[in-house]
């Protein structure tokens, strides 16, 4: 329990140091103009310097991501296939299955996975 609590006590501590140099070297920085602008061979930029993002891509991209998620799930089962109750790892397939066609059901309809608007 002593271990315990030195252990938190030295985290907090950590932590609130950490904090507050952060604050201390964090004021500098704000108040330094020209490193927060963009460099554009030392004249002030012309344009803006974000370029715009496609959130249809960003769709796909975490709808991409789900679904790799969703096999990494499926994989495993079919190594256990034959060392599990037949009846239990059909409803888990199944199931798991279904929430993947329900989930690209719902994109579908709204118009997420379509590119052209």
């Given at each position: 329990?002593?271990k315990?609590?030195?252990?938190?006590?030295?985290?907090?501590?950590?932590?609130?140091?950490?904090?507050?140099?952060?604050?201390?070297?964090?004021?500098?920085m704000?108040?330094?103009?020209?490193?927060?602008?963009?460099?554009?061979?030392?004249?002030?930029?012309?344009?803006?310097?974000?370029?715009?993002?496609?959130?249809?891509?960003?769709?796909?991209?975490?709808?991409?991501?789900?679904?790799?998620?969703?096999?990494?799930?499926?994989?495993?089962?079919?190594?256990?296939?034959?060392?599990?109750?037949?009846?239990?790892?059909?409803?888990?397939?199944?199931?798991?299955?279904?929430?993947?066609?329900?989930?690209?059901?719902?994109?579908?309809?709204?118009?997420?996975?379509?590119?052209?608007?």
């Open positions: 329990m002593l315990l609590t030195i252990m938190l006590f030295l985290t907090l501590t950590l932590s609130t140091v950490m904090c507050i140099l952060y604050q201390l070297i964090n004021k500098k704000i108040m330094e103009r020209n490193k927060m602008t963009p460099f554009e061979c030392g004249f002030d930029p012309k344009s803006s310097s974000r370029l715009p993002f496609s959130t249809q891509f960003f769709l796909i991209g975490i709808l991409f991501l789900i679904f790799d998620v969703e096999l990494v799930m499926i994989m495993p089962m079919i190594i256990t296939l034959k060392k599990s109750n037949m009846i239990m790892w059909y409803m888990t397939s199944v199931s798991i299955i279904m929430i993947l066609i329900v989930g690209l059901y719902y994109e579908w309809k709204n118009g997420v996975i379509e590119w052209i608007n």
